[in-house]
């Protein structure tokens, strides 16, 4: 009896010693947070997504966060998604619950009327994990090659040209969306998604009007240099943009894992509330993959 029982102390002690040691020494490539200033040099954040060491992409939890922990803050989380100086960075000072807490040396002009991202590095370089299918990109022919040159080569008026590429492509187009009706531009953002250091555009096509009664489908397509050619990448698709749905919005690209590629940052929205979706590009594969579609909105 005696020896049973030392053998259940040595087996609960070791459980202890390992689960000790697996969460001191557990660092994720990188964790992602909203960050909200509360006064001058302090606030609280929300761990959002985090990388984990495998290249998996996830809802973060407090299990990510701790005392200690840096971050640098990237962008505002407004509507004009303005980029920070790296230079303004938080430093965790208590993780009892979430949101944690945070204090930093300075402060971003106009702190308290803004959220920001912010961006906690283990590893700058990891591979990605993608999720879901492949989406391969779409040839696109000479007429619409020369139009997207001229964006770049030109001041021309960036949406009206990619305004003019989308009703020459707009046959292909509803091949891939066969109930998308509109070819109006609602918005745009310019990238680089493939890493080849050309500028790429991430466009949402449908009507201006998401939210209300009666708005219609919509799709995130990408027109992008690819290997010296101009193709053409068929994100996704909402149905339904209505007051009793979501609808798609675009975030930001930037490049997280350190391969050049910058990921997509898209949302399911709808008045209040922004659920994320990345997408990244896989060069081994030829391919846009999607690496994450979260299930909480982002808190702000």
Known sequence: ???????????????????TVFATTYKANLV?????FDNEKSGVFYPEITVDTDGTWREATIRDIWVGQEYKLFMTLNEKKDTINNNFRIVVNNVDDIPGKFQSQTKPKNAKNYYYFGIYY?????FNKGIGKLIKPKRVNSVIKNDFKKINETNANTKELLGKIVKLDW????KD??????????SYIAGDINGDNIKDYILIIGENTFGSQNSGPAAVIAYFTNKGKIERLPVDFWEKTSDETSFPELLFT???NGDK?????ISDSDIDTKIPIVYSWFEERNGLMMLYHGTREFWQ
């Open 1 to 19: 009896m005696r020896k049973i029982y030392l053998s259940l102390i040595f087996a609960t002690s070791l459980i202890i010693f390992i689960f």
């Open 32 to 36: 992602i947070s909203t960050i909200s």
């Open 122 to 126: 283990n590893k700058p370089r990891f």
């Open 171 to 174: 046959i292909n187009i509803k």
């Open 177 to 186: 969306f066969p109930k998308l009706a509109s070819q109006n531009i609602h």
């Open 254 to 256: 930037k490049d997280f």
């Open 261 to 265: 590629a910058e990921e997509l940052f």
